[in-house]
């Protein structure tokens, strides 16, 4: 059994590639989204799309047990597919046809500074620290900035930057509500779950849409490889393999490869979508990089020293 353990130990590399490969995934998502958008998805069709082949995927996948233990915890999936399905999605597609690809993956990089205060303010027992409230200062007023570039950027809509803030919130809530269901069920059926009831919220969002894209659309060929690279890539593999990542190397190394997300986003929106960026904008980012990671870093040397 020792030589197993060992060599498992050797191999725990592949999940710190699991993370970065989520991370990535996740970073070239909103470009992937700013291309469908620009040849005339609208917003709601990229979301429910999306996730509709990753349900099907992924119910290939995970079929054996479709409901939840109880009622209870089925309103709670009901729930999670809105807050991190279609309200989250929905929210952060509309926000890419108002401001810049850079901009909302920036500020949806938020959910885990926020998640430590509603944890914070939900259970008393597990209040932050110091630290983190000076990280959420110094990271809020990074959004701060970036919404204030926008506002002066006549081709920019600060509305798109105030969305992006709402999914971050809207992750944040589901990362509270995954609490309770963690203990009772696995990775792949909570995804499926979230998929499905995301799915299915979506619809009714249907009728605000002014106009239907025509379906045949999705028959060119740059419009089916970036919906099934959302899909199939975004979607299935990297909530598949960031779980897999958690569950080896924990949530605490994991998140760290968060910070990472918008600096990938970033990048490739200049070099793919010839976006610019401004003093102002980048000073914003790199407040709210310098915020999320001192929050976590002020943290964790809070708790080193109590020991």
Same mark, same amino acid.
């Given at each position: ?7 498992? *130990?050797?191999? #725990? ?14 970073? $070239? ?35 054996? *047990? ?5 009622? *209870? ?26 401001? $810049? ?8 990089? $938020? ?65 509270? $509500? ?11 059926? #909570?995804?499926? *779950? ?114």
């Amino acid at each position: 059994m020792e030589p197993t353990r060992a060599g498992g *130990k050797n191999r #725990i590399w592949i999940y710190h590639l699991f993370a970065i490969f989520s991370v990535t995934a996740w970073g $070239l998502s909103f470009i992937a989204t700013r291309v469908l958008l620009d040849n005339g998805l609208n917003p709601i069709e990229i979301y429910i799309y999306r996730f509709t082949i990753a349900y099907l995927a992924m119910l290939a996948i995970s079929h054996r *047990k479709l409901w939840a233990n109880s009622l *209870k915890d089925e309103g709670l999936f009901v729930v999670c597919g809105l807050v991190a399905g279609s309200i989250y999605f929905i929210a952060e597609n509309v926000a890419l046809e108002y401001t $810049l690809v850079s901009n909302v993956s920036l500020i949806t990089s $938020l959910p885990p500074l926020l998640t430590v205060l509603l944890v914070g303010l939900v259970y008393k027992s597990n209040r932050p620290g110091r630290g983190a409230y000076i990280g959420s200062l110094v990271a809020f007023l990074g959004v701060g900035l970036v919404i204030f570039n926008s506002s002066f950027n006549m081709a920019i809509n600060p509305i798109g930057d105030l969305l992006s803030l709402l999914a971050a919130f809207c992750w944040a809530i589901y990362s509270l $509500l995954l609490k309770p269901l963690n203990a009772h069920y696995d990775a792949r059926f #909570i995804t499926r *779950k979230v998929f499905f009831y995301g799915v299915l919220t979506a619809i009714p969002f249907l009728a605000v849409e002014p106009e239907i894209a025509d379906p045949h659309i999705l028959l060119r060929p740059v419009v089916l490889w970036n919906l099934v690279f959302l899909s199939l890539v975004c979607s299935l593999a990297a909530y598949l393999t960031w779980a897999f990542s958690i569950a080896r190397i924990g949530a605490v190394t994991a998140a760290n490869y968060l910070y990472f997300q918008p600096v990938i986003t970033m990048v490739f929106s200049v070099v793919i979508l010839h976006e610019a960026l401004t003093p102002v904008g980048l000073a914003g980012c790199v407040m709210i990089l310098i915020g999320v990671w001192l929050a976590d870093y002020l943290q964790k040397r809070s708790l080193f020293s109590k020991k």
